[in-house]
């Protein structure tokens, strides 16, 4: 799935539909996320709007138009949100389509895992998606004494309480387990027991590996290409994510695959013992 690098990527590449009018807007009438259809009556009343700007808030991206309406886009586990000519062929699962004159921005997912809704700029916080996500790391930045707080009332393990969409927004699998290696925490350890020192410096490590991973263009592991159809090329540059078996980069253990919470997790046995 999409976690922030990705999708800010797909925000990135997003911004040359700045400005566009949305002439039309066509959806296939299926169920994405839980089943839901697009909202079809709201998203016809976008016919006529501009696109002012494109935002994202943890893993959702919010296309803002004139007036205040927004679109509101999680991309899910195989949701990929494009640019495209109007004369290209449109990939088979396509399921909402708005049309820019010459381009379209086309929205699809095979699995329909994705979300797609339209909601009120200035109140999109009160959305069930929004309502519930913390601080964004990269736009909110990481309050340390705030996420030290967090953690003195977590029993969860620590790969839990980094995935947890409530303290943080925007960190998914790979990086969870990217920044447990870098800050050499034990993804199994009790999130309470971390100490003001390890809180700070597990801090440091997500927003180091977002912001590396943002310079590569994201993960792209199976489905995931930015809004020009490029993959991303951070998959080269992992530490510890998908190398089961392969010598530690810090101390040349071999990197360990367990599963955390139903999640897979990579670690070194020897950096991360604490």
């Given at each position: 799935m999409p976690e922030l690098p990705e999708v800010e990527t797909v925000r990135r590449t997003l911004e040359p539909a700045v400005g566009a009018k949305i002439l039309g807007v066509w959806d296939s009438g299926m169920g994405?996320?839980?089943?839901?259809?697009?909202?079809?009556?709201?998203?016809?009343?976008?016919?006529?709007?501009?696109?002012?700007?494109?935002?994202?808030?943890?893993?959702?991206?919010?296309?803002?138009?004139?007036?205040?309406?927004?679109?509101l886009v999680h991309l899910g586990m195989t949701g990929r949100l494009r640019i495209q000519k109007k004369s290209d062929p449109r990939a088979t699962h396509t399921h909402v389509v708005f049309d820019l004159g010459t381009r379209e921005l086309r929205f699809s997912d095979p699995r329909r895992f994705g979300q797609v809704d339209v909601v009120t700029r200035a109140t999109e916080r009160t959305h069930p998606a929004l309502a519930v996500l913390g601080p964004d790391p990269i736009t909110d930045g990481i309050d340390v004494a705030a996420f030290f707080a967090r953690s003195r009332k977590k029993k969860a393990q620590l790969k839990a309480f980094v995935l947890d969409q409530s303290v943080l927004a925007g960190v998914g699998n790979i990086y969870a387990s990217e920044a447990l290696w870098r800050a050499q925490l034990k993804p199994t350890a009790r999130a309470y027991r971390l100490t003001s020192e390890s809180a700070a410096r597990l801090a440091a490590a997500i927003r180091e590996v977002l912001e590396h991973a943002l310079t590569k263009g994201g993960t792209s592991l199976r489905d995931f290409v930015d809004a020009d159809g490029r993959e991303g090329e951070n998959i080269d540059y992992l530490w510890?994510?998908?190398?089961?078996?392969?010598?530690?980069?810090?101390?040349k253990t071999p990197i360990r695959r367990s599963v955390v919470q139903g999640r897979a997790t990579f670690f070194c046995p020897t950096c991360q013992a604490r």
């Open positions: 994405l996320h839980m089943a839901r259809k697009p909202p079809r009556a709201a998203l016809k009343k976008l016919v006529g709007t501009k696109i002012t700007a494109v935002r994202r808030i943890g893993k959702y991206l919010l296309v803002d138009t004139t007036g205040d309406k927004s679109v510890v994510y998908g190398r089961t078996g392969e010598p530690c980069p810090r101390c």
